[in-house]
């Protein structure tokens, strides 16, 4: 019981380390999916950002730094601009993404993307890609 209470702990607490560096709230999220249909990427992503939002509420953290979804946000804020509730799943992943470099958790070189992928992505999604891999 108390392992369960201490992880409880540490996923509550990077919950809010993830909101502070963001500067979302993810309990404003109602999951309506605009954010996953506007997404230009989502196609590529193992969880699309409103399942990752989704998981994010629900605590599970590593879930989501496991997923690929994070590392392919263009940072192209279409998330932002279809929320009703004016959330940025671009934010969310930004901070999950500095969160796991600080922790020294690698993230894929651009040549471990699929060609297929790189020939599909809109540009914006390649220069903010090498803005990643640089960081």
């Known amino acids: 019981m108390k392992i369960k209470l201490f992880k409880q ?66 940072g192209c ?9 004016s959330v940025s799943a671009a934010n969310l992943f930004e901070a999950l993404r500095q969160m796991s470099l600080r922790q020294g958790k690698d993230h894929r070189e651009i040549r471990d993307l699929p060609v297929s992928f790189l020939e599909k992505a809109p540009q914006q999604a390649i220069v903010c890609g090498f803005r990643k891999l640089v960081s």
Do not use: H, T
């Open 9 to 74: 702990e540490i996923e509550g607490s990077s919950i809010r380390q993830i909101e502070r560096s963001s500067g979302e709230v993810l309990k404003n999220c109602y999951q309506c999916g605009n954010c996953s249909g506007g997404c230009p990427v989502s196609y590529e992503m193992d969880l699309p950002p409103s399942q990752a939002i989704r998981f994010l509420q629900l605590g599970k953290v590593e879930e989501v730094k496991k997923a690929n979804s994070m590392w392919l946000c263009v």
């Open 77 to 85: 804020q279409q998330c932002f601009s279809r929320c009703p509730k």
